[in-house]
């Protein structure tokens, strides 16, 4: 039972990079799959999170307008599309899944994680 982030890289400020997340090896019954992010000394960040419940995507102020989350039903797979990147958005990033959570507030509690990918934005 696990999640499989990949695609992370160096990037140069205002480039682009999509992250995967497999689901392929991921057995159990979600409602609600997320990428978060955490950079050194910081928080971890929820960056999107779409929800099964409502089939609603809810984007972070931080990078609504550059990122794009997508599924592949077909390929069980997730992706992170990101554009115009920059410094800040240097982390550790990760894909999660709410598993046990309340189906009546979806994308509140992540019970799988992967084992995050590292995206550095720098020239």
């Known amino acids: 039972v696990h999640l499989e982030e990949s695609g992370g890289a160096l990037v140069q400020p205002g480039g682009s990079l999509t992250l995967s997340c497999s689901t392929s090896?991921?057995?159990?019954?979600?409602?609600?799959i997320g990428w978060f992010r955490q950079a050194p000394g910081k928080e971890r960040e929820r960056i999107v999170c779409?929800?099964?419940?409502?089939?609603?995507?809810d984007y972070a102020d931080s990078v609504k307008g550059r990122f794009s989350m997508a599924r592949d039903n077909v390929q069980r797979r997730v992706s992170l599309q990101m554009n115009s990147l920059g410094p800040d958005d240097t982390a550790v990033y990760y894909c999660?899944?709410?598993?046990?959570?309340?189906?009546?507030?979806?994308?509140?509690?992540?019970?799988?994680w992967g084992q995050g990918t590292q995206v550095t934005v720098s020239s």
């Open positions: 999660a899944t709410d598993v046990y959570g309340s189906r009546n507030f979806p994308c509140t509690q992540f019970d799988y």
């Open positions: 090896n991921f057995t159990l019954d979600y409602f609600a």
């Open positions: 779409f929800s099964f419940v409502d089939d609603t995507t």
